[in-house]
């Protein structure tokens, strides 16, 4: 068995990518209209997304590299995704 590195990367990087655009959601002016209401929110889900997208690829390149706990950022991430899509 190799490292969990990739493994690891899959679980890490989506939560710090939600605690940055949560983090920048709650820093957004104060809103005058509907699109600067919903703006930041929908910038966070986007980032929320993407950071989703890449974990999910980088377990299933543990997966293919044969590392440990791989399964756990496999089904982490594709809740994550389909949650919030």
Do not use: D, H
């Not at 940055?20 to 809103?31: D, F, L, M």
């Not at 590299?65 to 982490?76: A, I, K, N, P, S």
Request: aromatic share 8%; no cysteine.
């Amino acid at each position: 068995m190799k490292r969990p590195i990739l493994s690891i990367l899959s679980l890490v990087i989506p939560v710090i990518a939600s605690a940055v655009g949560y983090y920048g959601v709650k820093n957004v002016k104060g809103a005058t209209n509907l699109g600067e209401a919903i703006g930041g929110f929908l910038a966070w889900v986007i980032v929320v997304v993407l950071a989703g997208i890449v974990g999910e690829v980088l377990a299933i390149a543990g997966l293919i590299r044969g590392e440990r706990l791989v399964w756990l950022g496999v089904l982490v991430n594709a809740a994550l995704v389909f949650w919030v899509i």
